[in-house]
């Protein structure tokens, strides 16, 4: 019996073969891709709120150690006669948002820990951290510091006596109590929007 020859491959079956290897990569390379964009994209949102939760809890440690004194100004430190202190806390609002400040008592463990802080927003949609070394008297100009960037709206209401939410505190008198409690809202640049309260020790 005739023994045939060995029958190799036609170009035809070459050529899609080709094809189908071709396809194979680009579809690998394609998932490939999308993968990594979903890695990059969790790890952005990750680090975004690793900020955010650093940002409250830097808030709320000062918000703990809150202090109903009254600041020195420069006027009272000029000694004139109808010169007031600034109150313990102030806080208002204006067309950015929110801006709050207070005195603070100094944490035991840091001598040198600033007595008067604030937090306010920036034109460049930034929270910023003020911080005094002692009270905002004459010569004692804050530092300041990006506390939170990409922020579009920050918020402060405070919960007075009669338990009801104001959006400015303390009113007209330098020694008013402080707020009982003090709410946070804060919305960022890409829509979250982010609401803690926040209780202040009598």
Not at 123 to 150: K, M, Q
Not at 187 to 201: C, N, Q
């Amino acid at each position: 019996m005739a023994r045939r020859a060995p029958r190799g491959f036609t170009l035809v079956e070459l050529l899609a073969a080709l094809l189908i290897l071709s396809l194979l990569a680009l579809m690998s390379y394609r998932a490939l891709g999308a993968v990594l964009d979903t890695r990059d994209h969790l790890r952005d949102e990750a680090a975004k709120w690793r900020r955010v939760e650093a940002f409250f809890a830097r808030f709320e440690s000062d918000l703990r150690l809150a202090a109903p004194r009254p600041a020195r100004n420069a006027a009272v430190a000029a000694g004139a006669a109808d010169a007031a202190p600034l109150p313990a806390w102030r806080g208002g609002a204006d067309t950015r948002g929110s801006y709050t400040e207070f005195s603070r008592f100094a944490a035991a463990e840091d001598v040198d820990w600033p007595r008067r802080v604030a937090y306010r927003l920036t034109e460049r949609n930034e929270i910023e951290l003020w911080l005094w070394p002692a009270d905002a008297a004459p010569g004692t100009t804050p530092s300041r510091y990006t506390a939170l960037a990409g922020v579009g709206r920050f918020e402060v209401h405070y919960l007075n006596a009669a338990l009801v939410w104001v959006d400015a505190w303390p009113g007209s008198t330098a020694d008013a109590p402080l707020p009982r409690a003090v709410r946070v809202r804060v919305v960022l640049d890409t829509g979250e929007d982010i609401v803690r309260i926040f209780a202040i020790a009598a």
